[in-house]
């Protein structure tokens, strides 16, 4: 229960989904969190500060950051976009970019000089499966962002291994969350079968169901604490075996 006491913590998209149920466990092991989701709303009832935050706006960025100097940082935020090379515009491309690996750039450069004053810190960056682990079907822009999370992640790990910064980057199989049901129910009306597009999002899964939340968020705290002081720059698989096989 005091995995995480005395660090300071900030969570982007801690609304929902995988955020929140991190959110849940660094207060549970004592973290000094700010939670923070574009939609304030959704951060209600968690028993941390909250505030709304942004990631694609760095000027709210750098004053949520500079005022917090976390040196614990678990860059959440990311979109889904459903289709091949051939189904995305230049602008789902710029969106997926600008959101699921610009904001980490965004929130790194920000925290990073915080980090450098305290000696050192965590960064955990999220990543997927669906990078440059595995290719999925449909997931064009996406998969090639989080390949992206990857590199990024390697390379602030190498920049500030010597100062006591670790930056790892998760990469989950198939998490259940209100983003992944609205995944599942568009699916279903494309198949003309809600039953069929779950079927096809859990028969993926070797284990034959996908993760939980919670699931994940144990990985992002082990991540957090210093149980993992001797892991940086690397893409950590979480899958439920879909690309160990
Ligand atoms: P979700 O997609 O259901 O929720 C996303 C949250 O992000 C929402 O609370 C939303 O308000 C917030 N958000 C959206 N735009 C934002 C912005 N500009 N600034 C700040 N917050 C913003 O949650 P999830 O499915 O747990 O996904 C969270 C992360 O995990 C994403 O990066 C996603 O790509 C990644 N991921 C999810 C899965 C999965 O199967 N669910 C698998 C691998 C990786």
Redesign the pocket.
């Known amino acids: 229960t005091d995995r995480l006491k005395g660090k300071r913590a900030l969570i ?2 801690a ?5 929140r149920a991190t959110a849940e466990m660094f207060i549970a092991e004592g973290a000094e969190l700010v939670a ?4 304030a709303d ?1 951060l209600d009832g968690l028993d941390c500060e909250t505030a709304a ?4 706006n760095d000027a709210q960025v750098r004053e949520i950051i500079d005022r917090v100097r976390p040196t614990v940082l678990f860059n ?5 976009h459903h289709g091949t090379a051939l189904d995305a515009s230049d602008d789902d491309w710029a969106f997926g970019f600008d ?2 690996v610009h ?1 980490m750039f965004r929130t790194i450069r920000a925290a990073l000089p915080h980090m450098l004053a305290a000696g050192g810190g965590s960064i955990i960056n ?1 990543s ?2 669906c990078s440059s682990v595995i290719g999925a079907p449909n997931r064009f822009v996406y998969g090639t962002t989080k390949a992206a999370v990857i590199g990024l992640t390697k390379s602030v790990a190498v920049d500030y291994i010597k100062q006591g910064i670790r930056c790892n980057a998760i990469c ?4 259940e ?4 049901h609205d995944r599942v129910k568009a699916l279903g009306e494309e198949m003309g079968s809600y039953d069929k597009a779950l079927e096809a999002f859990v028969s993926r899964q070797p284990m034959g169901r996908v993760a939980t ?1 919670k699931e994940i968020a144990a990985l992002v705290t082990y991540l957090a604490s210093d149980e993992s002081a001797f892991t940086t720059g690397h893409p950590h698989i979480i899958d439920g075996g879909w690309s160990g096989q």
């Open positions: 982007t998209a609304g929902q989904g995988i955020g923070t989701d574009l939609n959704l935050l942004d990631v694609r959440c935020a990311g979109f889904v959101l699921n904001a999220m997927s499966a989950p199989g198939t998490v969350s209100p983003s992944w939340a």
